[in-house]
């Protein structure tokens, strides 16, 4: 029985009224400003948000992300603890999450951001029809074709840079736990295994498609339908993103998988896991409390078969609205305070 503890549906960015300001941020992003709320440029003040060594962490930090210009808020209003907690999160690369609506100039002005810093971008592509079974991350493109054309507008925008993708959050476990309706998952299959053709025709683009989290108990019923979906033509799989369960279960439950799919390697969403999964109450998914910081992203991860921790679902953005959240994908820095606190 599908329910919100073991399949995802974590309250995933669901950005679409957020495409023009997602595009303003590109842009910003290629002159190194932001913006205060006043509309005037401005350099961030204090000490200014860098990218992580090269050697350990290749993916790029945002300098003008929403936790960037939190440190940037905090410090103007002299609140310098509260600004060096988010800094735990602003200086950390986390993934950005590709807006359909302009999904091309979104996928090349944050490639172009992390080719000029030299570095790789790393994207989130959560669009598949039917997406969250209509739960607080519902939506997704209206028909097959509609994203079948988002997916060519994000390879188009990627062209030759160095960008890793994390496919389609949960929609393989969906299908798996029938929160999705039988009657789409033969579309399903075949637009997850065109989506990966298609990035995977690119110079320089690594994928991953999402195999859901080591709260799905047995994960034997997930092999055969990651094939379905074309995992083993992609670079790997993802778990636990937008989940809290712990780095060692994560570790284990995706070598259960990858020994069923010809030894995949994969990439583990560390982003809230520091405390491990909240287990009290009903929504124990949805912003729950007394959660912390995990690992810091890295590639550098001492296990052959788990290519990198990243920071997948952005730190301090709400699950929805539950606990006192604001919608799905909003930034909440009150949250993002306590989940870097708890990291301590």
């Known amino acids: ?191 997850l295994k065109g989506a990966i053709e298609k990035l995977k025709s690119l110079k320089n683009t690594k994928v991953y498609l999402d195999a859901g989290n080591a709260g799905w108990k047995n994960p034997d019923s997930l092999w055969e339908p990651l094939k379905w979906s074309g995992v083993e033509q992609a670079d790997g799989f993802s778990v636990n993103v937008s989940n809290f369960q712990t780095t060692e279960a994560s570790t284990e439950f995706g070598k259960k998988l990858s020994a069923k799919i010809g030894d995949k390697p994969f990439v583990i969403d560390t982003a809230r896991n520091g405390n491990g999964a909240y287990t009290k109450g009903k929504d124990s998914w949805c912003n729950p409390p007394g959660r912390a910081l995990g690992e810091a992203p890295t590639t550098k991860t001492d296990d052959p078969l788990v290519d990198a921790y990243l920071w997948v679902k952005r730190p301090g953005e709400s699950d929805g609205t539950c606990r006192g959240g604001p919608k799905a994908g909003e930034w909440w820095p009150e949250y993002a305070v306590g989940l870097a606190e708890a990291a301590r």
């Not at 910003?28 to 350099?43: N, T």
């Not at 440190?71 to 690369?93: C, F, M, N, T």
């Not at 939506?139 to 925008?157: H, L, P, S």
Request: aromatic fraction near 6%.
């Open 1 to 191: 029985m599908y329910h919100k503890g073991t399949g995802c549906g974590q309250g995933f960015a669901a950005r679409g009224v957020k495409a023009a300001a997602a595009l303003a941020g590109a842009a910003l992003l290629l002159s190194g400003c932001s913006s205060d709320d006043s509309g005037k440029d401005k350099e961030s003040s204090g000490q200014p948000v860098k990218q992580q060594p090269k050697g350990t962490d290749p993916y790029w930090v945002n300098p003008d992300g929403n936790a960037a210009k939190q440190v940037a808020s905090y410090e103007e209003d002299g609140k310098k603890d509260d600004a060096e907690l988010i800094r735990k999160i602003a200086e950390q690369p986390v993934a950005e999450w590709i807006v359909p609506e302009n999904a091309e100039e979104q996928a090349r002005g944050f490639t172009e951001a992390a080719e000029k810093a030299d570095r790789d971008a790393l994207l989130v592509l959560y669009n598949i029809p039917h997406r969250d079974c209509g739960q607080y991350s519902g939506g997704g493109a209206a028909d097959g074709n509609e994203y079948r054309t988002f997916i060519d507008q994000v390879a188009k925008g990627i062209g030759d840079r160095k960008t890793t993708v994390i496919l389609e959050p949960d929609a393989v476990l969906h299908m798996v736990d029938n929160c999705t309706p039988e009657e789409f998952h033969e579309e399903r299959y075949d637009l």
